[in-house]
């Protein structure tokens, strides 16, 4: 994982650090081992610029599918005939 990564991950998990004023930030910034374009990218917050320089992608999508509304209704009836045969016991 590059440092830049690790940088922005640590700064995501650590709420102190996501909120340091802008003298530390800039400092912690200059103190990485990281190629000086990449530096000024994260001093100026330019997150395109960053992008392209670490080769991430334009664009990501998360998709999420739910069941149909017709797999849903057959779902209880499933249930409920399955409980109808097994024998009960008394």
């Given at each position: 994982m590059s440092n830049v990564i690790q940088f922005l991950e640590s700064m995501g998990a650590n709420a102190a650090m996501a909120r340091m004023p802008i003298?530390?930030?800039e400092a912690a910034v200059a103190a990485?081992?990281?190629?000086e374009?990449?530096?000024?990218?994260?001093?100026r917050g330019?997150?395109?610029r960053l992008g392209d320089?670490?080769?991430g992608r334009d664009t990501l999508?998360?998709?999420?599918?739910?069941?149909s509304e017709e797999e849903e209704r057959k779902a209880p009836d499933q249930e409920e005939e399955s409980s109808e045969e097994e024998p009960k016991a008394e």
């Open positions: 003298p530390d930030y990485l081992n990281v190629e374009n990449q530096r000024d990218s994260l001093r330019d997150a395109k320089q670490l080769n999508l998360c998709l999420v599918f739910s069941p």
